[in-house]
């Protein structure tokens, strides 16, 4: 089991490039979300979907655009990049129903964008 | 959205000692799901213990357990025996009962000394 994997791991944008960070899991999850970090800030949720076809917006979603075409993967575009979106991005995935399932992070993509 | 407070950004304590993390929370909820979760310096985000609402008894993982306090909405983890390799940060998550999304508080930094 690789768990979640997510890549690049570092990437280095201009402003008004776009670019896709890949999300990947091999544990047959539906849930799956994308979260960034700033210093001070904790997690904030940007997108989710709980299930292949089916996502929504989270607390911060503005900039960020996803969609989930297969149960494994889900990447988040970046449109136009701006310096604000300069973060960690961190993808998880959990096991959909009610319990107290665990949230499973990536290891990051640390993201600058100049 | 529920909000999750760690009141602390930065604690210290010596190797072998105890220390406690505090995290209030804010919800009507009478159901929810609360977490720990540990980021150290390699970024990744690791699942400390969790706790059920519905579940008087506080949770005990190893030399972490909580104090669940759920007329207080206060969810404080205490770390018994501490190690060098418990330095990282501190996050403590809510999760509504019908939903998927963890809500964030901002960290607590935690320092070991020897």
């Known amino acids: 089991n690789a768990g979640v994997t997510q890549t690049p791991k570092f990437q280095v944008l201009k402003t008004g490039q776009s670019m896709t960070l890949q999300c990947a899991q091999d544990?047959?999850?539906?849930?799956m979300s994308w979260y960034r970090q700033d210093p001070g800030m904790g997690l904030r949720l940007i997108h989710y979907?709980?299930?292949?076809?089916?996502?929504d917006q989270g607390e911060v979603p503005n900039g960020y655009n996803v969609s989930r075409s297969t149960t494994e993967d889900f990447p988040l575009r970046l449109l136009s990049a701006a310096p604000s979106q300069t973060s960690v991005y961190f993808c998880?995935?959990?096991?959909?129903?009610?319990?107290?399932?665990?949230?499973?992070f990536g290891p990051g993509t640390r993201l600058t964008v100049t | 959205a529920q909000t999750v407070t760690q009141s602390q950004p930065e604690m210290s304590v010596q190797e072998a000692e105890t220390v406690t993390l505090s995290c209030t929370y804010d919800t009507s909820e009478s159901d929810y799901y609360l977490f720990w979760y540990k980021q150290p310096p390699s970024r990744q985000m690791i699942l400390v213990i969790r706790?059920?609402?519905?579940?008087?008894q506080n949770a005990t993982e190893n030399r972490f357990s909580v104090n669940f306090q759920k007329a207080a909405k206060s969810f404080s983890l205490k770390i018994s025996d501490s190690q060098l390799g418990d330095a990282a940060m501190y996050f403590c998550?809510?999760?509504?009962?019908?939903?998927?999304?963890?809500?964030f508080g901002k960290g607590t930094s935690l320092l070991v000394t020897p």
């Open positions: 706790q059920e609402a519905y579940k008087q």
């Open positions: 998550a809510y999760r509504s009962f019908s939903g998927y999304a963890l809500n």
């Open positions: 998880a995935s959990s096991r959909s129903g009610r319990g107290a399932y665990e949230q499973y």
């Open positions: 979907s709980v299930g292949a076809g089916i996502t």
């Open positions: 544990m047959n999850h539906e849930y």
